[in-house]
């Protein structure tokens, strides 16, 4: 994904890790995108407010402490009421059970979001999706992609 893309990278609001979102910001920006990184333990108004200035682009979510699951269904169900058709994505480590990750994956696809990346291949499978989105137009006419769950 090449060009002036603006993607707004958060977490859910329970989730104090950072360096998760340091490497995504980093790894982002080294793929052409434009990024904002909201920080650690991000109110769900927080990215309501970015979303409504109305440049992003890909909403990024990346939780590690196993809360993004739930918390994760709930912000992407607030997101999907004003932006139905924006590009989300949700990665990290989402849930301390290591025997319900498809079933994990499955539930916030079918909340609204376009790709869970929960594997070890997870930044290979995130740029593979990144690529699904060169040479699109602006914000409304991004394709979303088919949605997917690498787990
Ligand atoms: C450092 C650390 C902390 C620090 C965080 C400091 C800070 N300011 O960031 C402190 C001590 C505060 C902390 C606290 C806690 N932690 Co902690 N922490 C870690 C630790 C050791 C390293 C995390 C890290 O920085 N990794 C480096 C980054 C670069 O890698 P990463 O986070 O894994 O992200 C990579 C991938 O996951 C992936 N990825 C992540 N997001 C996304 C999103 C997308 C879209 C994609 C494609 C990929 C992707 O890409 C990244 C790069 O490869 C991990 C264990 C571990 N070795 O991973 C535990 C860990 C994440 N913590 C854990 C837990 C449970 C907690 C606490 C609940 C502990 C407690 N009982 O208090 C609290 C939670 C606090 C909170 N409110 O969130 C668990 C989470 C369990 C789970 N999810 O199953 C882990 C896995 C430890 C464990 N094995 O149990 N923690």
């Known amino acids: 994904m090449k060009g002036e893309h603006h993607c707004l990278l ?4 329970s989730d104090a890790h950072m360096w998760n979102l340091v490497y995504l910001q980093l790894w982002l920006s080294e793929h052409g995108l434009q990024v904002k990184n909201l920080g650690s333990c991000t109110p769900v108004q927080a990215i309501l407010q970015v979303l409504a200035q109305g440049q992003t682009q890909l909403l990024v979510i990346s939780s590690v402490n196993g809360h993004g699951h739930y918390q994760g269904l709930a912000l992407i169900r607030e997101v999907r009421q ?17 025997t319900q990750t498809q079933a994990v994956c499955q539930e916030l696809l079918a909340a609204g979001f376009n790709q869970v990346f929960i594997e070890a291949d997870a930044i290979e499978a995130f740029e593979t999706y990144l690529s699904t989105l060169d040479n699109v137009g602006p914000t409304v006419a991004l394709g979303a992609g088919t949605p997917a769950c690498r787990a």
């Open 10 to 13: 958060a977490t859910v609001e």
């Open 82 to 98: 004003h932006y139905p058709h924006l590009p989300c994505v949700i990665g990290g480590k989402l849930t301390t059970s290591h």
